[in-house]
Every structure is written in C-alpha cells, then in structure tokens.
C-alpha cells in the first residue's frame, strides 16, 4: 500500500548524460522541502511560487553552503499536476553525480525515495487516471514504434477508459431494471420487456465484440511479432535477414551450414515491431557445432508467430523440405519464400504437397532489391490479414485488457442464454453484475492490491 501521506522523490529523466536531468518530488511537502535547498538571486522562494511558472536559481548544501548546480524549479498546484498532489520539479543539469546528489539533498530534507512506479501509481489512486491509463503511461515508455506509441497514446488519453466507462453504466441501467423486477414485480414501476431486455444485452456484447475486433491489431502493434527464418541449408536465409535489415549482419557464403547460431535482429515493418530470427539451415549432419544449431532451429520455430519458410527453386521442394514442413503446425502462420528465382524461374511450386499449397507464397531472386519489398508486403498482409484500422481507433492492445473484455462478453453471452432458457431475473443479474465487476478490472475499480502491485512494479524508478 502506498503511503499518500509521504512526499516523494526521484530522478525522473533517464540515467546516463543528458543536456538536462529532472528530479520530480511530489507531495504535500514537496514546496517546502525544496525551498530548503533552494537560493534564488533574486530572493524568490519556491513556497510562494505561483502554479506552472519556474524559478531560476541554485541548489546549495547547507552542510558546507557549497553551490551544487544551477537549476530550474517548476510548480504544479494539486490537484492539477502529473500525480494529482504538489509537485515540484529541479530542472538541473544533466549528469548523475549532480543528479544523485540533489536526490541526497531532498531526501534529507524529508522526502522518501519513490518506489517504481509510484508517482503513476498516485495519479491513478487519487483518481487522476484510471488503471489503463497508468498502463498506458508504460507502454508509451516502452513503444518500439511509432505505431504502437499512438495506440499507447490514444489509450492514455483514455479513449479505453472512456469505452469501459459507458458499458459499465449501460450494465448497470440494466441491472436496475432487473432489481426492480426483483424486489418490486408487481408494482407500477417501468419494467423492461423480456425482447428489450435481450436487445440491450445483444447491444452492450456487440459494443464489446466490436472492441475485441480492433484489439488483435493494438496487441500486435504493442508487442510485436516474432518472424523466424527457416529452412534447409543455403536457400538464402541470412540473405533474406539482411535484405529485410539492409545490413550485412548475418555472414552469407555459397557453403551450406554457414549460420550456426541463431540472429535476432528487431525491425520496424509498417510501424509492426518485428523481431526478426535468423537459423541454421536444417539437415542431419555429423557436425557437433551445427547439431546444436539445428536444434535451436527447431526451438526457435516453436516460438515462431509467423515462419518464413526458404526454399529454393533450382532444387526444388525436396524430402528435406518435407522434414522441415513437418516441424511447423496449424498454429504457425506461414510465408512461403520461392528462393533463387534468377536460376530457374520456371518454378512455381508444383511439386508441393496438396496440404500445403495453400500457404502465400512469394517468388524471390534476393540478389535483386525489389523482392526484398514483395517479401515485406506479404509478411504485412499476413499480419493484418487485410484488415488495416485506422490507427485513432487503436487504443486496446494490452493482454490483461483483452482477457476481461472476453471474459465479460462471455458473462453477457451466458445472461442471454440464461434469458432464453426462460430463467428469473435473479439468475440473470448475477451474470450481468458479474460482467460490470470484470469491466472494472480494466479501469482499476475492481481489482486487488496484489494486482495493483504487480502493475505498477513493472514500472521504471521516477515514472
Ligand atoms: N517536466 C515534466 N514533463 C512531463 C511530465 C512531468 O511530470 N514533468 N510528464 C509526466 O509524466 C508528462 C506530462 N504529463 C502530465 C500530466 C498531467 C499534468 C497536469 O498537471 N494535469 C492537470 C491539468 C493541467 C492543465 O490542464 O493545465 C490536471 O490533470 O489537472 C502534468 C503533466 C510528460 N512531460
Ligand atoms: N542465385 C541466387 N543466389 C542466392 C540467392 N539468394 C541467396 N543466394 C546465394 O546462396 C548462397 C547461400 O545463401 P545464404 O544466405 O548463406 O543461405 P542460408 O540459407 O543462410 O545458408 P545456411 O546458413 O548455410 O543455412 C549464397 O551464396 C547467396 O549469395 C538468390 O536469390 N539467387
Ligand atoms: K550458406
Ligand atoms: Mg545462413
């Protein structure tokens, strides 16, 4: 349990050198704390700062009166400030020694050092922002691209929240109507009819399911996928990572066993975080250093989101293909890469297997620049199956989000059946009231402190 009646303090920049370094203290001692330590030329103090203007002046050690750094000093005016209570920031120079040493200072004077997480943490308990909001704070921290910082974006400015909040009110609504059918059935009271009451549940699990459509594209953008390079020796796969890395990072040579370790690389694809996973070329050999190779190919193919399955069109599609096809299952996704189309580009894959025709395909000569483009554009469709949000629609990508979204369109689903299986309307409030309290978990009303910790430790020191 966070202690609200602590002021708190951190380094809330980056560690490491910077032009500028931010120490953040917030709470109700957090001007007095900081007047302290603070001289202004000019005889201001930071207790009779106004809101949102800054002071200029120095941080001086009363140990010695020694000058530690010229600083900046903000205001925030509670309840209008990042965490909702007084918050006063030191803008001082950017290195960790003056940086730690303010830290000293505040603390001396009274303030605790905040734990991860913790200045969020309040902004959420004195209801500042809701639970996906806090969450958002950290996927935006965390964004590999600039797709998925505007899905984090869009979900801070609580655009889920929002969401979240009406169809928990609609329930509710709903649940009142059941009540009064409950305690007062035969009184002259507005009831609601069985078809209405079908009609607003159908609407409030649409409104849901139409939530849940757009949020496998927000998951993908917030984590990423895991594309691995696989198949036999010398197909080209390094070939393949490099062209979609335009790097040489991987070493190419015309002799097959060449990759012996795996190379993981992260690319941005279209805004896709795209953790991108070379392999040692799969066949049996006597080669000890290759045999583990291999099998970490084959780990990796497990792990594997989507499979970019190499072939190469002078031999065609072997036994050793087959041996490979035969690792991946109905769950991988998978793009087929007809290699080396330069020396034989008659080949069109025929001599695949009935069952596996049906994967895409792209027909490459990876000497040429071009098909690097058609591979990134089957692996986007791939992806996106076709279906591109608009990304202003994207604010739900979290895994935890996803789950009480599923879980109380299913509550809905099973009141609905409960309605049509002729049920009271006691049996069905308990899945109504059931599918409100699961809504909560998303902004944070129903959950437990267990879960609030867990959250917020996942955060970094000063956010
Ligand atoms: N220097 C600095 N920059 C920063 C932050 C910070 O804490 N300090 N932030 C920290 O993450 C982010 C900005 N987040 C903030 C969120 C809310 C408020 C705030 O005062 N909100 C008031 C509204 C103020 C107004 O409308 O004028 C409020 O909600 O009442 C301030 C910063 C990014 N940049
Ligand atoms: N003609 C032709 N050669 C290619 C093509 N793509 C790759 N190569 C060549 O094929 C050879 C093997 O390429 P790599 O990328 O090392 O193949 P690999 O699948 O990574 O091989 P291992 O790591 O040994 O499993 C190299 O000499 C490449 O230059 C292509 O489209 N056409
Ligand atoms: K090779
Ligand atoms: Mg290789």
Same mark, same amino acid.
């Given at each position: 349990m966070v202690n609200l009646e602590d002021t708190i303090a951190a380094i809330a920049t980056a560690p490491g050198e910077g032009g500028i370094g931010i120490i953040r203290v917030s709470g109700g001692e957090a001007k007095k704390i900081v007047d302290n330590l603070f001289v202004s030329p000019k005889g201001k103090k930071v207790i009779h700062m106004v809101p949102y203007q800054?002071?200029?002046?120095?941080?001086? *050690?009363?140990? *010695?009166?020694?000058?530690?750094?010229?600083?900046?000093?903000?205001?925030?005016? &509670?309840?209008?400030?990042?965490?909702? #209570?007084?918050?006063?920031?030191?803008?001082?120079?950017?290195?960790?020694?003056?940086?730690? +040493? !303010?830290?000293?200072?505040?603390?001396?004077?009274?303030?605790?050092l905040a734990e991860p997480g913790e200045f969020t943490k309040r902004a959420f308990i004195n209801g500042r922002i809701d639970l996906s909001q806090a969450e958002a704070v950290i996927d935006l921290i965390r964004a590999q691209t600039?797709?998925?910082?505007?899905?984090?974006?869009?979900?801070?400015?609580?655009?889920?929240?929002?969401?979240?909040?009406? !169809?928990?009110?609609?329930?509710?609504?709903?649940?009142?109507?059941?009540?009064?059918?409950? *305690?007062?059935?035969?009184?002259? !009271?507005?009831?609601?009819?069985?078809?209405?009451?079908?009609? &607003?549940?159908?609407? =409030?699990r649409e409104r849901l399911n139409d939530l849940l459509a757009r949020s496998r594209q927000g998951k993908i953008l917030r984590e990423g996928i895991r594309v691995v390079i696989a198949g036999k020796p010398n197909v080209g796969k390094s070939s393949l990572l490099n062209a979609l890395l335009r790097d040489r990072r991987a070493i190419v040579t015309d002799i097959p066993g060449t990759t012996r370790d795996v190379i993981e690389e992260v690319l941005n694809l279209g805004g896709v975080p795209v953790r991108l996973?070379?392999?040692?070329?799969?066949?049996?050999? +006597?080669?000890?250093? #290759?045999?583990?190779?291999?099998?970490?190919?084959?780990?990796?193919? #497990?792990?594997? *989101?989507?499979?970019?399955?190499?072939?190469?069109?002078?031999?065609?599609?072997?036994?050793?293909?087959?041996?490979?096809? &035969?690792?991946?299952?109905?769950?991988h996704q998978v793009l087929l890469i007809i290699n080396k189309q330069d020396l034989k580009p008659e080949y069109k894959g025929e001599d695949?297997?009935?069952?596996?025709?049906?994967?895409?395909?792209?027909?490459?000569?990876?000497?040429? #620049?071009?098909?690097? &483009? +058609?591979?990134?554009?089957?692996?986007?469709?791939? =992806?996106?199956?076709?279906?591109?949000?608009?990304?202003?629609?994207?604010?739900?990508?979290n895994q935890r989000h996803i789950s009480a979204l599923e879980k109380a369109a299913g509550q809905l689903e099973s009141a609905l059946a409960a309605y049509q299986a002729g049920m009271p309307a006691d049996y069905l409030s308990i899945d109504i009231r059931g599918a409100w309290e699961t809504l909560g978990e998303i902004s944070g009303e129903t959950v437990g402190e267990d879960l609030l910790d867990l959250i917020f430790s996942q955060f970094c020191i000063g956010k």
């Open positions: 800054m002071l200029y002046g120095y941080i001086v *050690d009363k140990t *010695d009166g020694a000058m530690v750094d010229e600083v900046l000093v903000a205001f925030m005016q &509670r309840p209008h400030s990042f965490t909702g #209570e007084d918050v006063v920031e030191i803008h001082s120079h950017g290195g960790m020694v003056v940086l730690q +040493k !303010i830290l000293g200072l505040v603390l001396k004077e009274g303030a605790r600039d797709a998925a910082a505007k899905v984090a974006a869009n979900q801070l400015q609580g655009k889920l929240k929002q969401h979240i909040m009406e !169809i928990r009110q609609q329930l509710l609504q709903v649940l009142a109507y059941l009540e009064a059918e409950i *305690d007062f059935p035969d009184e002259d !009271i507005e009831h609601l009819t069985g078809i209405q009451l079908a009609n &607003r549940l159908t609407q =409030i996973v070379d392999t040692a070329g799969i066949r049996e050999t +006597k080669d000890l250093v #290759e045999q583990l190779g291999v099998e970490k190919s084959k780990e990796w193919l #497990e792990k594997a *989101d989507v499979v970019l399955f190499v072939i190469n069109s002078a031999t065609g599609f072997n036994i050793e293909d087959a041996e490979i096809a &035969r690792l991946l299952s109905s769950r695949l297997p009935e069952e596996l025709q049906h994967w895409p395909r792209v027909y490459t000569s990876l000497l040429q #620049e071009e098909d690097t &483009r +058609k591979v990134e554009q089957a692996l986007l469709d791939l =992806i996106w199956q076709g279906k591109v949000v608009p990304s202003q629609e994207l604010f739900l990508s």
